[in-house]
C-alpha cells in the first residue's frame, strides 16, 4: 500500500536536490525536533539549513528548535534562535564579555538569561514563505501561513495569514468553528496509511468529510 515519502529520505523529490526533508536532516542536532514531512526548498544550499537558516542556535544557550509535521519552508526563510540576543537591561547592549581579555570581567550571565524568549515553536502544516523571517520565542500555530518577507515577532494563531514587519494578521483561513474542528481531528497526526486513504478530504474543503474520516 502507499503511504507517500519516506519521511526519513533526505531528499523526497528524486531529481530535485534542492528540496530537502528536515527531520533527517536534523539528526543528531541537540535541541532540535522536527516532525515527519516537514521540507525545505532552496535551489543552492538546500542541505545546510540548520547551519544557514537557523541562527545563533548555540547548545549552551538551552533553547529548543520544535518544527512540527507537514511545514513547507520557501527559500531563504531564517529562523533567529536567542543566541542572537544581547542583554539589553543596562545602557549599553554590546556583548563586551564574549571578546574577553579584561571585558568578561564581572559580567553576570544571569543580565542575559533573563531576557531568553523561550523555545521557538513551529506547528504542523505551516507555511513559511520566501526570506521570512522568525524570531527568538515565537510559536506559530498548526495551519498559519507567514508570507513572503515577513518578520515574526509575535505569536501567530492557527490557521491565520501574516504579512508585513513587523507580520501582522491579514486574514484566518477558516471561521473560529471550522478552526477549532480542524485542531481536534489534527490530520497530522494520523498514521501515514490514514492519511493516504483520505488525502482528498484533507486537501478538499467539506469539514463533515474530514470528520467522517477521522
Known amino acids: 500500500m ?35 514531512y516537514s521540507y525545505y526548498d532552496d ?23 520544535v518544527i512540527g509535521p507537514f511545514c513547507a519552508f520557501a527559500t531563504g526563510m531564517r529562523i533567529v534562535m536567542n543566541g542572537a540576543n544581547h542583554a539589553m537591561g543596562g545602557f549599553s547592549t554590546y556583548p563586551f564579555n564574549i571578546f574577553a581579555n579584561g571585558w568578561d570581567a564581572g559580567f553576570d550571565p544571569a543580565t542575559w538569561q533573563a531576557e531568553n524568549r523561550g523555545d521557538t515553536v513551529i506547528g504542523a502544516d505551516v507555511w513559511i514563505g520566501a ?20 518578520v515574526v515577532t509575535q505569536p501567530v494563531a492557527p490557521f491565520t495569514v501574516v504579512a508585513g514587519n513587523p507580520a501582522r494578521p491579514v486574514r484566518q483561513r477558516f471561521d473560529d468553528a471550522t478552526v477549532a474542528a480542524l485542531l481536534d481531528i489534527a490530520w497530522w497526526d494520523w498514521p501515514p496509511e490514514r492519511i493516504t486513504r483520505n488525502l482528498n478530504a484533507i486537501r478538499g474543503t467539506d469539514l463533515a468529510v474530514l470528520r467522517a474520516a477521522a
Not at 139 to 149: E, H, Q, Y
Request: hydrophobic fraction near 45%.
Open 2 to 36: 502507499l503511504t507517500g515519502p519516506d519521511p526519513d529520505t533526505l531528499h523526497p523529490m528524486p531529481g530535485f536536490p534542492r528540496v530537502v526533508a528536515l527531520r533527517p536532516l536534523a539528526a543528531g542536532r541537540r535541541n532540535v525536533t522536527v516532525g515527519p
Open 43 to 65: 535551489p543552492d544550499h538546500a542541505e545546510a539549513f540548520f547551519d544557514r537558516n537557523v541562527l545563533h542556535h548555540f547548545d549552551f544557550t538551552g533553547d529548543r528548535l
Open 131 to 150: 526570506e521570512a523571517w522568525i524570531m527568538p520565542g515565537v510559536t506559530i500555530g498548526p495551519g498559519a501561513i507567514v508570507a513572503a518577507r515577513a
